[in-house]
């Protein structure tokens, strides 16, 4: 079974442009979450994603925001980017069978870089 | 709100020493613990889990016991290898939530 897929895996932005990231979760997984790793900040979640709905937001401002298609693949977006936007942005999928934790599998992640 | 604490790094060993990283939690209710190791250049891994009071969790060698009392979940190794070089970090989550709460992160460096 092939892993979660995040794309693109480096970009390059400049201050107030915008960008998409991309999440292909695992087959039949329908959670996707979003995290944030910075050096100084390290890991923080940003939010998750169920059935198409944001099921849980960490605290971010709006500029970060993201989808959940039909397919559960995910996208997130950060608009008028920021230097301290600079990070690397993982992405987790579980499977959700019931209302306990679920293991989450994470991708490779996607570097941006903001100049 | 919920914290994860583990000691800094780095943390440098000769191989077939023995490790340990300390972490502590602070989280209201019953949460799940974990122990993610990510390696240069890649994604978070899960290494392993415990989720109730007095749970070990083990992979690869590695053993951690879930210690409510102290609430506390340290990363034990018997005997590290140079393959093990990577960063640790503990986690919690509570409940359903599908949000990992997580430490800052040790980097484990072992020299042959």
């Known amino acids: 079974k092939a892993g979660v897929t995040q794309t693109p895996r480096y970009l390059i932005k400049t201050r107030g442009q915008q960008v998409t990231l991309s999440c292909s979760p695992i087959?039949?997984?329908?959670?996707v979450s979003w995290y944030q790793q910075t050096p100084g900040q390290g890991l923080q979640f940003l939010f998750e994603?169920?059935?198409?709905?944001?099921?849980n937001k960490g605290n971010f401002p709006g500029r970060f925001s993201g989808r959940q298609f039909s397919n559960s693949r995910s996208e997130m977006n950060v608009s008028t980017l920021e230097l301290g936007d600079s990070a690397l942005y993982l992405c987790?999928?579980?499977?959700?069978?019931?209302?306990?934790?679920?293991?989450?599998?994470f991708g490779p992640g996607t570097r941006l870089t903001v100049l | 709100g919920d914290s994860v604490t583990q000691m800094e790094g780095p943390v440098t060993l000769s191989e077939e020493a023995f490790l340990t990283i300390n972490c502590t939690y602070t989280a209201t209710g019953y949460p799940s613990l974990f122990w993610y190791v990510q390696y240069p250049g890649e994604g978070l891994q899960l290494l392993l889990k415990a989720t109730k009071a007095d749970d070990k969790g083990s992979n690869k060698g590695f053993e951690a016991t879930y210690r409510k009392e102290t609430t506390s979940f340290h990363l034990e190794k018997g005997s590290v290898q140079v393959s093990d070089s990577a960063v640790y970090f503990c986690?919690?989550?509570?409940?359903?939530?599908?949000?990992?709460?997580f430490g800052t992160g040790t980097r484990l460096l072992v020299s042959p």
């Open positions: 986690a919690l989550a509570r409940g359903s939530f599908q949000k990992l709460v």
């Open positions: 994603y169920f059935s198409e709905t944001q099921r």
């Open positions: 987790a999928s579980s499977y959700d069978r019931d209302q306990s934790y679920n293991e989450q599998f």
């Open positions: 087959s039949g997984h329908r959670s």
